[in-house]
């Protein structure tokens, strides 16, 4: 089968620092991929190269086999790859409702909505990632509503537009023991409706029951890529995360 | 916090917003006295110009600092056009306002590159070149001494206070309807956070340069009936004061609100004539006013008022549409 998304070669130099060095990698439709590395290893670069918010210095991005490398960020949102924000963006002076409506007015969410309008579908997204019910959440500020909550707000931003891969940078980043069981499940619900999903996490107990798929980046390089039970023994991963050998890193 | 039983009571009380322009129209019933239209009049004008700022700055983050470049040029437009073609008002006022949004979208340019800080400081650069150029070329713009001997709005002053009041309540309204209309939320979306925008399938560039434009055209009939009240025009019009007096009246009023704008320029323009026998403290009493104002209510008098009656002051309209669904507010 055809890999859904496709990075071949892809290059990102900063200066003299190289923050991703010739990636490749493909996702299946249908799956969770894992992203992981120590902190400064380009996942994010990673992200903000396949979404146009930086451009490539080489290497090429498919989407759908479709070359998208060049195009801006909108036009990517609006082919079908939704990203969030590892620090969580929200339109803080507008209401809940108000932040997923705009993602409603796109171009692919208006193809896509077929006939509803504007407002039943974006409280349609807002009840996807449980921010209504209670009803009183969507006239919050985006300021006022908890980290937990504007983190599903982003994605409940991104859902608006109907995407068919999203990429969550850090989902469960600053998250507490409460709200962590809420974005797991509702990550894993996702992907059972058929959405293809990218995490970039640290949290490997939350990543390691989620991802069918793991790829690991070092220094810009993917150093490997498999199974999470693989990767948990791959020595070459635990000495980029501990600097020595042993696995209690995944436990 | 908004909740769902004051929205639906906001919506509700929108008429109330009516009890403004309703007394306006009947204010020359009190007096027709021509020193106090005249005040009110320039009142009318400023409330679009700083409005018309808002729409820009308030709603969509384009911080400008040069908005007087729109009024200026479509000012001369103006003038020349009535000058030298012989074009009544009731023309010109309009095309210097079209040409209001050709100038808006040569500034929109910068501002794909240049964010925040960067583009306010470019845009202040803006009026400065303009006068130059009018310094430079005095054979079409008459140069220091501007273009005068234009016709005047009406010769009655009560003829000119309606027209000036159709021009405010016109140009107001069209400009609330934009704040809270679709385009509106994505102004206001951009301004939150541009990045998240595109990230969310918005062609910030295209709805960037929409801003401009519209901001440049009202900003722009606001010069053009500045022009034809004054029955002149001179490079002084680019001075960076209009600019920061947009600004200032708008943030009086409340930024972001459109309409805050209106109470801004009253409040000051009333302000300024009632303090005329004391020149000499004039700038002092008007920078304690506003120090007052944004001390104990930094985020505008208009916005505070409204929040104390409980009045709307703009939201998206698309939410109008929960008052008919009930189940949706019993979910």
Known sequence: ???????????????????????????????????????????????????????????????????????????????????????????????AVENVAVACLSDRAKRKRNGDDI??????????VEIIPPAENMFKLASELSHGYTKRLDIARALALEPEI?????????????????????????????????????KMRELMKLAHRIAVMHFGEKIAEGTPKEISKNQRVCQAYLGKEGDELFV | MVNMKNLKENISK????????????????????????????????????????????????????GQALFFGVAAYMSGALNLYLGLAPWMTIPLGGAFGVIVGFLVALPSLRLKGAYFAITSLIFPGILATLILMYPDITGGDSGLYGLSSISSEILITYYASLLLMIGSIFVLLRIANSNMGLIFR??????????????????????????????????????AHLLMFVGPYIFNAFYSFQAILFAALGGIGTIIGSVGGAYLMSILNEVLRDIAE???IVTAIVMLLVFRFLPRGLLREITRRLGLPLGFWSGLKKLRRSKDESDS
Do not use: C
């Not at chain 1, 407002?119 to 996807?128: A, D, G």
């Not at chain 1, 600053?174 to 959405?195: A, D, F, H, Y």
């Not at chain 2, 820009?56 to 600092?65: I, K, P, R, W």
């Not at chain 2, 541009?194 to 901001?215: H, L, Q, R, V, W």
């Open chain 2, 281 to 283: 403290f004039r700038v």
């Open chain 2, 189 to 226: 979306s951009i301004r939150d956070d541009e990045d998240a925008a595109e990230a969310t399938g918005i062609n910030t560039t295209k709805y960037k340069f929409y801003s401009f434009a519209i901001s440049g055209f009202f900003a722009g009939i606001a010069g053009g009936f500045q």
């Open chain 1, 1 to 95: 089968m055809n890999p859904i998304l496709e990075t071949k070669n892809l290059h990102k130099q900063f200066g003299g620092l190289t923050a991703v060095d010739n990636f490749s990698l493909q996702i299946k439709e249908g799956e969770i991929l894992g992203l992981i590395g120590p902190n400064g290893a380009g996942k994010t670069t990673f992200f903000n190269l396949i979404t146009g918010f930086l451009k490539p210095d080489s290497g090429i991005v498919l989407l759908k086999g479709k070359n998208i490398t060049k195009l801006k960020p909108h036009k990517i949102a609006n082919l079908g790859m939704v990203r969030t924000f590892q620090i969580i963006k929200p339109f803080k002076q507008m209401l």
């Open chain 1, 166 to 202: 999203i990429l969550l940078d850090e989902p469960f980043g600053g998250l507490g023991l409460k709200e962590t069981p809420i974005m797991n499940s509702l990550i894993k619900r996702l992907n059972e409706q058929g959405l293809t999903i990218i995490i970039i996490e640290h």
């Open chain 1, 119 to 128: 407002l039943s579908k974006t409280l349609k997204s807002l009840r996807q």
């Open chain 2, 14 to 65: 929108r008429g109330l917003i009516f009890v403004i322009p309703i007394l306006l129209l009947l204010f020359p019933i009190l007096t027709t006295d021509y020193y106090i239209l005249t005040i009110l009049i320039t009142a009318n004008i400023y409330a679009v110009f700083a409005s018309s700022w808002d729409l820009l700055g308030g709603v969509t983050g384009q911080f400008s600092l």
